[in-house]
């Protein structure tokens, strides 16, 4: 039992300890271990000031001491009370945690990727023939990856008119994609296995990958998207580490064909993690993190596998989270079939895609009941206008 008081329920009870970077009130900023409502000063407590003094995890994730810092915090609120190190979470700030040095992101769910390929390809087969046999992604933009609480923009792209040429708008379909982020740490490495990933993923966030549909349909072929995703993805601040998840790791389900042996994993690494989103308020989507197709594991081995280093810093997405149901869709595009079937909100509104004043939050946790919560907080984010052209 730790002598910070954590209320029941919590997301950050002392079995999770995540990391961030928060700022006590005029003071500079620096790492954090969460606790219920409350973080500890890691640096103002004695443990590796040099790493926890830094406005960034990077220092610390790439040390290798994560798992050394987070038993010593244990320690310390299992032992004698220290609440001069201890802050409450309503009177800090709480910031980005990582410099992000890159960003990639996958495609990574069956249910997700037949959704789409139903919707945008209705007269082919929905997953193209690569599928199956690699975890398919796109190389994303590390300078707009956004903290939870940051605004979002409404972009503006070109869009296909009724002729089918392309015209600068403000997007008339903003989506979200419900994700889960992995943050790398260590040093540099390539050509990773599978089953070596937990030496090499420091920790997890929640990710939505903000998406503007209709710039991304005229723009996407044949490199794929690029603008339509570029403007924004949040995070959530409170990194679990993947220490904090072990118990929660499970098989993932059986992939036929069998992956090149590059790909191929004899631990489990799918996690059971639910997974939920609400749109102002209103719950949208709940879903379970198990039923993806490839794991973060197989993920990192595949952006590896031809020299690419990834070192502490870099950041992937799962890629959709999808279940196979109708109320398990981790995207408004697939929620409301491309605005066929809009969605009714608690005020009685409705939504194909977001608008501007919208708000949509992400939020996950592994265990609960009998089990230690295993949370990660919430990713959310408010859409404000784009704004006028200078
Ligand atoms: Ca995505």
New binding site residues.
Partial sequence: MSWVDVPEGSDFPIENLPFGIFRPRDEEPRVGVRIGDHVVDVAAAGIEPDLAARPSLNALMASGHGGAVRERVAELLTGPERPDVVHPIADVQVLMPIDVVDYI?FYSSIHHATNLGRILRPDSEPLLPNWRQLPVAYHGRARTVVVSGTPVERPAGLVADASGTGRLTPTRALDI?L?VGFLVGGQPAARIEPDHADRHVFGVVLLN?WSARDIQGFEYQPLGPHLAKSFATTISPWVVTLEALRPYLVEPPAQEPPPDPYLRAALPWAVDLELRVELNGTPITATNFSHMYWTFAQQLAHLTVNGAPAGSGDLF?S??VSGPTKGERGSLIELTWRGAEPLTLDDGSTRTFLEDGDTVTVRGWCGGGDRPRIGFGEATGTIVPTPEAP
Avoid: K, R, W
């Fill in positions: 992101d994609e994700e990958d997405g890629g959709t």
